[in-house]
């Protein structure tokens, strides 16, 4: 179902797909708040702009009676091209009316189960080989001829890998969103499954270093697609909300469950099958991927029923997204530079980005140095947070009642409640487990640290993206990319350090700096819950939302 409207008569941000309506239409969807959609001007709609009355004409009605408004002879139209003009006054705007079977926010709940619970999938397929790369650094060790006694050398494959997953999504998460999810998908697993050859038939160390730079990228990619597929499909937040948590899990899961597979592939075999088994895994998965994902990107969608209107009825028809005007090399550089600029002007942004970066710097150190069956643990504690998570979202929903800034909306503070305890057990983790990491202690004692570590990872992890994307709106993109960059970094490098760190420190020590760290930064989801509200109200970029300036054009990313 579509309906029409002048371009005369002022199509506007509430006219795209997300929002499923004008104020006059009977579509009325609710746009979903959650950081993987694309926030931006034409998609978001501040509070002090929504209901304005306009004056415009429309034409509900099946698509294939859907009517043009023009004075003029419409049958002499439909027999040329020549009328195909997106500048022209008289074109149609393509939108999904409410109940259209081909909106994504209709499909039935099975159909969007089988695509959730794949692109998790895909998550934590795609996360593997971030982990798993340490569990083979004695075979590298050997057959490279890479010297680790003075400095972790083979650490640099580490640092290339989340190198290429920090920058990778700047520049290339915005084509996805032209060339809608499939593309994006197939185009970037393919080129992560070339990238997982180039390891596994690596000659020198060098050549792994470059090739796992191009293949974080690409992994990178992978996964900002499959977050944006959940909000593509689950349209409120209720609805949303476990389908998140799932695979907020998935993205701490796939990097902690790395050591422990590619530590027993390697104690019976060479450590290239590390990575011939994720070429066979990931080869043998892409088929199955093809048959049961689906396009979800609504605009893209539409630009498919425009295009086809034009070409087949020869018929003046638009998706709001086609006359945005905005190209690519603008919304590249918006992806770009606005991340940049928020990591040195933003408090809520500056401490947030340290306050995740920390933590993903410690599970990217754990997977460096764990191996064993120990590391499991990280992945365990990660579940506990998901069986926990839905706790969280009743207090973060319930708190709409008690919001005075704007009613029956949640307030983004209650986005930390389950924050505060999990940064503090995050921290508690740290020195339990540099003070039992002993050959004296039984091996549960430092197991139950790293679970306690990986349950706040989680809990870190999902406070950061729910809270950015709900206090900056349309620019929750640029936060998100800003913490990703930020997040990424940081686990490049750490591990870097950390031979270092616990071979000077020891395990005892080097564990309490840690959580010393920990704890300072664990004041963030604090100081955010009693005095957010001022924060958010001295931000520049929360002041813009909604006034009509150049927002976020490019997807979250998340990774």
């Not at 640290?449 to 950061?464: S, T």
Request: glycine content about 10%; aromatic content about 12%; some cysteine.
């Amino acid at each position: 179902m579509c309906e029409t409207i002048r371009e005369s008569d002022e199509a506007s941000p509430e006219n795209d797909y997300r929002t499923g309506s004008s104020p006059t239409s009977s579509c009325t969807y609710t746009l979903p708040n959650h950081p993987y959609h694309r926030n931006d001007s034409s998609h978001q709609i501040h509070p002090a702009f929504r209901n304005k009355p306009r004056q415009e004409s429309k034409i509900n009605g099946p698509i294939s009676k859907l009517r043009k408004l023009s004075s003029s002879n419409t049958d002499e139209k439909s027999s040329s091209d020549s009328h195909i003009d997106k500048e022209s006054d008289d074109k149609e705007v393509v939108e999904f009316e409410e109940g259209d079977e081909k909106n994504p926010f209709n499909w039935p709940k099975w159909k969007k189960w089988v695509i959730t619970i794949t692109v998790c999938f895909i998550s934590i397929l795609t996360g593997l080989p971030a982990g798993a790369y340490g569990a083979g650094n004695a075979g590298m060790e050997r057959q490279f001829h890479v010297s680790q006694s003075s400095f972790p050398t083979l650490y640099w494959a580490t640092a290339s890998w989340n190198l290429g997953a920090a920058l990778f999504p700047l520049f290339f998460v915005p084509l996805t969103e032209s060339m809608g999810r499939m593309t994006g998908y197939f185009v970037s697993y393919i080129l992560f499954l070339a990238w997982l050859f180039g390891q596994a038939f690596a000659q020198n160390f060098a050549t792994m270093v470059v090739v796992r730079f191009f293949g974080g990228g690409a992994s990178s990619i992978v996964i900002n697609c499959a977050g944006g597929t959940i909000t593509d499909i689950w349209k409120t937040a209720g609805e949303r909300s476990f389908p998140m948590s799932l695979y907020g899990m998935t993205s701490v899961v796939g990097i902690a469950l790395g050591p422990f597979i590619g530590g027993a592939i390697q104690r019976n075999l060479d450590w290239r099958w590390i990575y011939y088994i994720q070429i066979a895994l990931n080869g043998g998965f892409l088929p199955i991927f093809w048959l049961l994902l689906k396009e979800t990107r609504g605009d893209v969608l539409l630009r498919k029923r425009a295009k086809k209107m034009r070409e087949e009825e020869g018929r003046n028809a638009w998706a709001q997204s086609e006359l945005s005007g905005e190209t690519l090399k603008k919304r590249v550089k918006t992806s770009v530079t606005r991340p940049m600029k928020m990591l040195v002007t933003e408090p809520v942004v500056i401490s947030f980005t340290l306050w995740v970066s920390f933590a993903w710097g410690i599970l990217y150190n754990f997977s460096t140095f764990q191996t064993s069956l120990i590391q499991l643990a990280l992945s365990a504690g990660a579940i506990i947070g998901l069986i926990l998570n839905p706790i969280q979202d009743h207090l973060y929903l319930h708190s709409a009642s008690r919001n005075k800034e704007s009613k029956n909306t949640p307030i983004p503070e209650s986005r930390l409640y389950f924050a505060i305890p999990g940064s503090l057990i995050f921290t508690a983790g740290l020195f339990w487990y540099g003070w039992t990491s002993s050959p004296t202690l039984p091996w549960i004692l430092p197991t139950l640290g790293i679970g306690a570590v990986g349950l706040g990872i989680y809990e870190i992890y999902m406070a950061v993206i729910n809270y950015l994307s709900d206090s900056y709106v349309e620019y929750a993109a640029s936060a998100l990319s800003a913490a990703s960059l930020g997040r990424n970094l940081f686990g490049a490098f750490l591990p870097l350090a950390s031979q270092s760190l616990f071979g000077q420190l020891g395990y005892q020590w080097a564990g309490s700096l840690l959580g010393f760290i920990g704890l300072v930064l664990s004041l963030a989801p604090v100081v955010l819950v009693g005095w957010g509200r001022r924060a958010r109200k001295r931000s520049s970029f929360v002041g813009e939302a909604g006034e009509g300036d150049e927002s976020d054009s490019g997807e979250q990313n998340h990774v």
